[in-house]
């Protein structure tokens, strides 16, 4: 079960969500068929859930999202970035 700590960013909520964030957010750039990412989601489940107020977890589906994967030059996935103060 994904934790509720967990933000799904869309280009819709990136700006609102990660560029205007108080706190560094660790964003997460996958897939559902990707293995690798299911792998890794217990870990962020659990970063994101000790973290919380101090760090924000969030996750963009590059299927959905690929303009907004491309713009960050996201070639293979899963792609971990950290935005502190928007950048």
Avoid: H
């Amino acid at each position: 079960m994904a934790s509720l700590n967990i933000v799904q960013i869309s280009r819709g909520n990136f700006d609102a969500e990660v560029k205007q964030s108080p706190v560094p957010v660790l964003v997460d750039f996958w897939a559902e068929w990707c293995g690798p990412c299911k792998a890794i989601a217990p870990l962020l489940d659990a970063v994101a859930d000790a973290n919380a107020g101090k760090l924000k977890v969030a996750k963009v589906n590059v299927d959905d999202n690929q303009e907004l994967a491309a713009e960050y030059g996201v070639r293979a996935i899963p792609t971990l970035f950290i935005f502190k103060n928007g950048a």
